[in-house]
């Protein structure tokens, strides 16, 4: 590795997508004389946001609440969701919406020229937000073209942050990070630092997620002794294309898809999802019910429907039905076009003529770094926000276009909060950082280009294979103790193996097998903290199904799982911290008929809303 | 560490593409009728010139060599309006509410319509 | 496996530490039919050579990241299927008109600050506090810029323009259809302040309208399209300047 | 004319507004002009004026005259053939720099333009004649 340089700012961001943008825009604007550093590993704009489809929620029109909102995340997160940051999380979210819209993104609109907003799982009444179905590349774009209004945020595109840096007080003053044009290892200080690295889906084999969601940034708090919160929650999405994963957005049922196993029959009305209206019928598609119902239980229900021997085989594995036909080619290539590019390219099926073949798919991490309501780590100076954080507002179960406004909400928090921590403890020693950069460039050179390392035996794809393999065979949709065991003992070895890993890239310029090895190694972490949880929480709650604790137990687990990292990197140390609950105490989660709705004239009126918003239909 | 490698200037780039090509002999249009143009100042000229000095040249026009370089001419010229006209629907986009006007329709009432009407105006004149 | 057949891939090489000029390398990979040109790069990295070099991500034609130069079109690999080559083999090198920084990677630099210099971002006298909701757009005031703002900056038109290659000022196909964006956005004010920069020699002016950056965009942004309308409200705007000083116009 | 130096009126921006604005809107109208009358005109002096036998040839040849002798198709012929033969060299000028001569972008425009102006004069002088 090439010598280090240091470079200083006021506060440093990790991570360049929708979560660290927003965060650069807050201190950036807030604090015209501070410097803010965006470190990121791919350009901003290649960031994983880009991917999202479907929407983001919050409540704009008059027709919808604010506490609605709130109930339906949480008792979409089957109750493990901190209600204070739910609350927080809500009201903030039409706010950050608008400032978005105000700073150029696309949104669809309604004639009179308002926002338009289409129905979305587990949400009772029509709140998200959506620019077609590229919202996630919209919002990305316009984020990323705004910061380049402001001449005191400085970018380190394609630079790979490794480490943390803490002071000898304890506080977190920057990042030790790989510029990869030249291998060199950077200092990058700041008087405090927020990491928004993203989500870790490639833990699994089968996910939506893009090759840079390797929860980095997780494992590097994780190592800084910060605990992952919720790690056991996974999100699979019900409607993924057989073979690559690729998403098939929820707002194509959001329009009116669905979904039926091979014999053309809507199955998920045998799941307590409620009835299955016909598709002309003017309250089709009911929100909380069918095809509208959580992502959970939509993909619990695949599993049930596969094992009954229900569902379509194809090269690609089993399959079940998203059927669009009934749109017509218009509606899907207005609403939904992005829905008809993929499909047609990666399926090889118009959905105007043909259902498309679908299965879940992991697509989400509830969990992440432990954080509070003001989005700190228990490191002071140490931020988080966006999917790699756990604040918590997902709980078990994350409510379909609640991500993209957590993003914006919570990465605007976070730059706050940085900012104000910079302003309040400003001093540092560079010396002593400068000197941990120096040995965590000397740390890679020792473990990826040493010659022991270069007469190693293990391969990167082997290892990142094996541990695919186990995620999905021990930590899947449904699990038990015996899997799980499994997993983790099979993670115990490839940690072990790992350490005969080598790279046939001995070169400095634009390693991106070292940038892989790094990435398997956060890999490797991140899924430890997520079998151990999973272990050791012996009840079923949202995405968590545990085929030996069938039934969710509020007594002993209505709290967060906190997963300590091990010295040596054994066994993670498991603890617990109770829920926040303020106004709304657990109770039965409802979707269909009973769809949660609290007041019974609600039934009515939101089917009134549906005809009146026709053009969004 | 020799740094980032710059491919060499291709100055032969319009061979590379078909489109690079179609885009040639676009631009090429206009340097048969800028010859072209001299020609019918010329035209002009001798009609300035009296009327021996008109039909003189008329008569020259007539020769296989003139005709030729006509056949020329015209295939520059209707080739320039081809594309230019091909290109209206991307220069001057026209909506209506929220859809725009479809690429053939825009083509034919802002280019090939009208230029269909001044050509048949001058000809008509002409022969009338 | 949808096949047992093998087909070749032939990959430009280039290390900026060891090579002067770049040469080609040929790997045989398994044939899957399914498989897009980036799955069989990536296969190679895992399998046969971890150093060959390439940048991708999302692996749906929308991160812009895995553009690359594939039997001398500019495609995005992740979109480019090996049936479309198969049994013939595929040639796959870095974007042509960016300097190459190692394998299929190139420098970004150039075009990055192209983007900056358009001004990519909504430009108002007025700004309105978020209590007071959104600004209004009709669906018809979307229709007008929408198209231009599809652009997942993947640079596939700058491999296809000419003009990139030749001509240092010229911002180039992405960074002029998104100043168009904006200037089209109703909500934006900053057309002169944009054009501005738009105006000056070769920054716009630069196009010929060759026309094939957008034959080649994957997005269908049309950004030929964008940058002749923009040059006549370029040339509004231009001939304006002469009547009203600048600054009384907004 | 020359439009292609200094910054606009009252620019002052940091970047410089340059002529080739000016020099493009020519360019552009003079394309709608050549396209929608030049492959016409061909037609007339090519095929319509030459061909056909002495009495129905010397017949066009006066309608011709007539026409063209007349006030306001003068004017128009103007109009048409100095904007078309802008546009001609405006591409010419872009083609030579397009393969290669780029470097002289600025020094192209004086025989370019300085051919297209000087043959608009001739024709302004012979349409005067006639
Ligand atoms: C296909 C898909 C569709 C989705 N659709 C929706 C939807 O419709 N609605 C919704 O609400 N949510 C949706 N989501 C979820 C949502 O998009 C994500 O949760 C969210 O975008 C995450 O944003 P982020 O800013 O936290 O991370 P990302 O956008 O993933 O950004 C992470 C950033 O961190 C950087 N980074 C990572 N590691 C390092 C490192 N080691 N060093 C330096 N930088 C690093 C990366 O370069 C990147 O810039 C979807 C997700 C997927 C995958
Ligand atoms: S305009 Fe098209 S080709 Fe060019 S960068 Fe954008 S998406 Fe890619
Ligand atoms: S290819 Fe180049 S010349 Fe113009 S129309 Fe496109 S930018
Ligand atoms: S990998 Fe994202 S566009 Fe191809």
């Known amino acids: 590795m090439n010598h280090g340089t240091t470079h200083q700012h006021d506060v440093i961001i990790i991570g360049g997508g929708g979560a660290g943008l927003r965060a650069a825009i807050a201190i950036a604007e807030e604090n015209p004389s501070f410097s803010v550093a965006c470190v990121s590993k791919v350009y901003p704009m290649r960031s994983h946001t880009v991917t999202a489809e479907g929407g983001a929620a919050a409540v704009i029109k008059d027709n919808d609440s604010l506490e609605d909102h709130i109930y339906d995340t949480i008792s979409g997160a089957d109750w493990l969701a901190d209600q204070d940051a739910v609350e927080y999380f809500v009201n903030r979210a039409p706010p950050e919406m608008v400032q978005l819209e105000h700073w150029g993104c696309p949104w669809s609109r309604m004639p009179d020229g308002s926002v338009a907003v289409r129905p ?12 077609a179905d590229k919202t996630g590349f919209h919002m990305l774009h316009s984020l990323f073209q705004t910061t380049l209004k402001y001449g005191n945020i400085v970018r380190y595109d394609e630079h790979f942050a490794s480490k943390l840096l803490l002071d000898d007080a304890g506080n977190c003053r920057g990042c030790a990070a790989i510029e990869l044009r030249t291998g060199t290892v950077r200092a990058i200080l700041g008087k405090s630092v927020i990491i928004c690295t ?68 809507r199955y998920l009305q045998d799941y307590d999802l409620g009835e299955a209206l016909d598709v002309g019928d003017p309250r089709h598609p009911q929100k909380r019910a069918m095809e509208l119902g959580p992502r959970d239980k939509l993909s619990q229900c695949f599993i049930k429907e596969k094992n009954a021997g229900r569902t379509i085989r194809t090269k690609d594995g089993d399959a079940v039905h998203l059927d669009l036909r009934h749109l017509g080619a218009a509606k899907i290539d207005k609403r939904i076009p992005f829905v008809r590019e993929l499909a047609r390219s990666y399926a090889g099926i118009d959905p105007v003529h043909q259902p498309i073949p679908v299965r879940p798919v992991v697509h989400y991490v509830m969990g992440g770094i432990d954080v509070d309501s003001n989005s700190a780590t228990g490191i002071p100076g ?53 000197a941990q950069a120096a040995d965590e460039g000397e740390r890679i050179r020792r473990d990826y280009f040493s010659m022991r390392t270069r007469s190693g035996s293990e391969r990167i794809a082997v290892i990142r294979k094996e541990l695919h393999d186990a995620m999905e065979d021990g930590a899947g949709i449904y699990r038990d103790a015996e899997s799980l065991d499994a997993a983790c003992n099979k993670i115990a070895e490839l940690r072990e193996r790992y350490a005969k890993i080598t790279l046939d890239d001995q070169s400095n310029c634009f390693n991106t097998e070292l940038t892989a090895a790094l990435e398997l190694a956060s890999l490797l972490d991140v899924a430890q903290a997520m079998a151990h949880s999973a272990m050791e929480r012996t009840e079923s709650r949202g995405s968590h199904q545990r085929l030996d604790h069938p039934d969710r137990n509020d007594d002993d687990f209505l709290a967060h799982s906190l997963a300590f990292r091990a010295e040596d990197g054994g066994a993670p140390r498991i603890e617990y911290r109770p829920v926040t609950i303020t106004r709304w105490p657990p109770g039965k989660r409802t979707y269909g008929a009973d769809s949660g709705l609290k ?9 009134d809303d549906t005809a009146a918003s026709g053009e969004t239909r | 560490m020799s740094g980032q490698y710059h491919r060499p200037h291709r100055w032969a780039w319009w061979t590379e593409r078909p489109g690079y090509l179609r885009f040639m002999i676009r631009e090429l249009t206009s340097v048969f009728m800028a010859g072209y143009l ?72 802002m280019g090939y319509g009208p230029w269909l009407t001044v050509s048949a105006v001058i000809v008509w004149w002409v022969v009338r | 496996m949808s096949n047992n057949g093998k087909i070749t891939l032939e990959i430009f090489r280039y290390h900026p530490e060891t090579d002067t000029e770049p040469r080609f390398q040929s790997y045989e990979v398994p044939y899957d039919e399914d498989w897009v040109v980036l799955d069989a790069i990536n296969w190679i990295k895992d399998h046969i050579d971890g150093t060959v070099t390439h940048r991708w991500s999302c692996r749906m034609g929308v991160c812009g990241s895995c553009g690359m130069m594939v039997n001398g079109e500019p495609k995005l690999t992740c979109a480019a299927f090996l049936k479309d080559y198969h049994p013939r083999a595929v040639k796959v090198e870095p974007l042509v008109n960016f300097p190459v920084e190692r394998d299929l990677v190139v420098s970004m630099d150039g075009f990055m600050d192209k983007l900056d210099a358009v001004k990519p971002y909504i430009i108002r006298d007025d700004v309105n506090d978020t209590s007071e909701g959104e600004y209004l757009q009709s669906p018809a005031e979307l229709a007008r810029y929408k198209q231009f703002s599809m652009c997942i900056n993947c640079m596939l038109c700058y491999a296809a323009c000419p003009v990139v290659g030749h001509e240092e000022e ?81 | 004319m020359s439009a292609g130096s200094g910054t606009g009126p009252g620019g002052g921006g940091p970047a410089r507004r340059s002529g080739e604005a000016f020099w493009w809107a020519l360019f552009s109208a003079g394309g709608v002009m050549a396209a929608l009358f030049v492959p016409a005109f061909v037609i007339v002096t090519g095929f319509l004026l030459p061909a056909g036998d002495a009495a129905v040839a010397s017949e066009r040849a006066a309608a011709f005259a007539e026409a063209v002798g007349w006030w ?20 010419v000028r872009h083609l030579l720099m397009d393969v290669g001569l780029r470097r002289y972008a600025g020094a192209l425009k004086l025989p370019c333009y300085g051919a297209a102006l000087a043959a608009s004069v001739w024709a302004a002088w012979v349409l005067l004649g006639i």
């Open chain 1, 599 to 607: 007041r019974p004239a609600d039934a009515a009126a939101a089917n």
């Open chain 3, 170 to 250: 010229f911002l180039g196909p992405a960074a002029l259809a998104l100043g168009h964006r904006y200037n089209k956005d109703s909500r934006d004010q900053g057309q002169s302040e944009r054009m501005e920069v738009m105006l000056s020699d070769e920054a716009m002016w630069g196009c010929t309208f060759v026309g094939e950056c957008s034959v080649v965009c994957p997005k269908h942004v049309d950004p030929a399209g964008a940058i002749q309308q923009a040059k006549a409200m370029g040339a509004q705007e231009y001939f304006k300047g002469f009547v009203m000083p600048r600054g009384a116009g907004g």
């Open chain 1, 198 to 265: 993203g989500g870790a889906g490639k833990a699994f084999p089968f996910t939506t997620n893009g090759a840079i969601k390797t929860g980095d940034g997780m494992a590097m708090a994780y190592r800084a002794g910060v605990a992952l919160k919720d790690m056991e929650f996974i999100q699979y999405h019900p409607t993924g294309l057989p073979g690559t994963g690729i998403l098939i957005t929820e707002a194509s049922r959001g329009e009116g898809g669905i979904l039926v196993n091979k014999d053309g029959y």
């Open chain 2, 38 to 109: 001299v020609v019918f100042v010329m035209t002009l000229a001798s009609v300035g010139g009296g009327e021996a000095a008109f039909a003189e040249w008329i008569a020259a026009l007539g020769s296989p060599a003139w005709m030729a370089a006509h056949v020329v001419a015209l295939i520059a010229a209707v080739w320039h309006a081809v594309t230019f006209f091909g290109a209206v629907p991307q220069a001057m986009p026209v909506f209506l509410g929220e859809r725009r006007l479809p690429g053939p329709v825009a083509q034919i009432v």
């Open chain 4, 72 to 91: 306001p198709v003068k004017v128009a012929l103007l109009g048409v053939i100095t904007l078309s033969f802008f546009h001609c060299m405006h591409r």
């Open chain 1, 382 to 434: 140490l931020y988080a926000a966006g999917e790699c954080a756990c604040v918590s507002i997902n709980g078990a179960n994350r409510l379909g276009s609640n991500s993209l406004t957590e993003l914006l909400v919570f990465g605007a928090q976070a730059g706050t909060h940085a900012a104000r921590f910079a302003m309040d403890r400003p001093d540092y020693d560079v010396s002593g950082l400068e």
């Open chain 1, 120 to 131: 979305f799982g587990g949400m009772k009444i029509e709140r998200t937000w959506f620019a």
